[in-house]
């Protein structure tokens, strides 16, 4: 079974009334992304374009076993090449994806992938997280943040910009120790023989 084929079981098996509609959205954003990593470093150089399919979208995908993104506000931290933020948009279309990274020019990359994938239910902000304006407090249900480590300065905006009872989900592997730093944190194991260790860290407001 090659990479492809495991994410598209990934998907039957969580979606299986839905992913065949989800897949052909996948496809084009797979394209855009090897074609539009050769002119902006969005994901590693060295990532084989098979293993996109697993090392990114399955694994952006890791979380929706743990939380519920439907109907949800969304906010995804140092989203780099859109990632979790557009599979998350791509398969949850009622809820509301905002992308925020401080490099301007990703986020201007990531605009377009969405442009042409259709999603009209993401926002886009190039900005550095310490920097965003307060009326973005108490916005979002959920802050998702994938391979970001959360320094200290980050804690106190980051559970600003949720809602009362919101939850920040963290994307780790074996190093945790950004996560001492919160109260309310529940480890959830995500690990697959394709991925290695992964853990989603749902830490609730």
Not at 4 to 25: G, R, V
Not at 60 to 66: A, G
Not at 89 to 118: F, Q
Not at 141 to 160: H, T, W
Request: charged fraction near 30%; proline fraction near 4%.
């Amino acid at each position: 079974m090659n990479q492809k084929d495991l994410f598209q079981t990934f998907l039957a098996d969580q979606f299986p009334h839905e992913w065949e509609n989800f897949l052909p959205k996948f496809e084009l954003f797979h394209s855009w992304l090897v074609r539009e990593n050769s002119k902006i470093n969005l994901i590693s150089r060295q990532t084989d374009p098979a293993d996109i399919w697993t090392t990114h979208f399955l694994d952006s995908l890791l979380s929706v076993k743990y939380v519920e993104f439907a109907e949800r506000r969304i906010l995804d931290f140092g989203t780099g090449g859109g990632l979790p933020g557009i599979p998350l948009a791509i398969i949850y279309g009622d809820a509301s994806v905002t992308l925020l990274d401080s490099r301007k020019k990703k986020i201007e990359s990531v605009k377009e992938a969405a442009l042409r994938l259709g999603l009209a239910n993401c926002v886009f902000l190039g900005e550095r997280l310490e920097e965003l304006s307060s009326k973005h407090d108490a916005e979002f249900d959920l802050i998702v943040s994938r391979s970001v480590r959360i320094e200290p300065s980050f804690r106190k905006k980051l559970l600003k910009l949720l809602k009362p009872q919101g939850k920040l989900v963290l994307y780790k592997s074996r190093n945790l120790e950004d996560t001492e730093q919160f109260e309310n944190v529940q480890i959830f194991d995500a690990s697959l023989p394709e991925l290695g260790e992964r853990k989603i860290i749902v830490i609730q407001q």
